[in-house]
């Protein structure tokens, strides 16, 4: 009997091994960096959030707070305070910025390795959206280096470790990365004319020359700049179509939008895609509601009428 119950001792320790795990489960109520990536679908949900962490309609509110075109006139903003000379390096807007910017790289370096993980993907599609992420993720270095200079710069998706001892690299090699990439994937993106109805404010090869552009013009490397706002202008077959839009007032109506002289925007859908900002923007008397941000004077001067004067100067009537 006692060999009897040691065998079954044996039998049931055995059992209980072989059922046990490395308790290495893969979650059932959620996504994992790998298990994510079954679709191309799934693929092109990250890319949406990568253009969304590169630009949106709160960054260019800021942005424009920060310029002589507009001025905070009811509320305390960070940028209020920037203009005033009352920053200090804990105001809020220091430290968002440069969350959010490199939270827009850890996407697309995220995207950049495990996209190959989505099974028979289309090889065309798989690489515009390669073309794209490396568009946004030069894009964004582009506004971190406008912003601070010399930044930490990397190429990977990095540990925390990594994170907090990285030093950071010149803003020349930054940007020479910028162009280099830019050049690199510019033949993998569409012209402009050969996006469908549901691509429309999708980057294009335009966008790339255009990106480039910018970046030479912050450098001063004019001769650079001339030969990519070039392309846009007189190698079209090329890089796309686009000309001056008739009417300056509604270049800014709904009805209007990605016309021909639209390059790149942020796109307002509705129901989809909308933001509220306009409305604390507007006047009261056509119904905005706080009037958060007015034109300053020196904006409203520098719009000329048709016969070329200021609406101040003598015998503009």
């Not at 040691?6 to 893969?26: G, H, T």
């Amino acid at each position: 009997m006692k060999l009897k119950t040691y065998m079954l001792y044996v039998v049931s320790a055995m059992m209980l091994l072989a059922a046990c795990n490395d308790m290495e489960n893969v979650p059932t109520n959620k996504f994992t960096d790998n298990s994510y990536w079954t679709s191309e679908a799934k693929a092109q949900n990250v890319v949406n959030m990568a253009y969304s962490q590169m630009y949106d309609a709160g960054k260019m509110w800021s942005d424009e707070s920060l310029s002589d075109n507009v001025i905070d006139g009811r509320t305390v903003t960070d940028q209020r305070a920037i203009r005033k000379g009352q920053a200090t390096p804990s105001i809020g807007v220091f430290d968002s910025e440069w969350k959010n910017l490199y939270g827009g790289i850890k996407t697309c370096h995220v995207f950049l390795e495990k996209v190959d993980l989505v099974p028979n993907m289309n090889p065309a599609a798989k690489a515009r959206m390669i073309a794209e992420i490396r568009f946004i993720r030069a894009a964004i270095y582009f506004r971190l280096v406008n912003f601070y200079g010399d930044v930490p710069f990397f190429t990977k998706d990095i540990t925390l470790d990594e994170a907090n001892s990285i030093s950071r690299t010149s803003a020349a090699t930054v940007l020479q990365f910028i162009h280099d990439e830019l050049e690199d994937i510019k033949d993998d993106l569409p012209i402009n004319t050969a996006l469908s109805a549901d691509e429309q404010g999708k980057i294009t090869k335009g966008a790339v020359s255009m990106l480039q552009a910018r970046v030479y013009l912050m450098e001063g490397n004019w001769d650079k700049v001339i030969t990519y706002t070039d392309n846009l202008i007189n190698n079209q077959g090329e890089y796309g179509t686009y000309d001056l839009y008739p009417s300056y007032r509604r270049l800014f109506e709904e009805e209007n939008e990605y016309n021909q002289e639209v390059i790149m925007d942020r796109s307002y859908v509705k129901k989809l895609l909308t933001w509220g900002d306009m409305v604390d923007m507007a006047p009261l008397s056509v119904g905005g509601r706080a009037i958060n941000r007015v034109p300053q004077q020196s904006l409203v001067d520098s719009y000329i009428m048709l016969n070329g004067k200021r609406i101040d100067e003598q015998g503009s009537n």
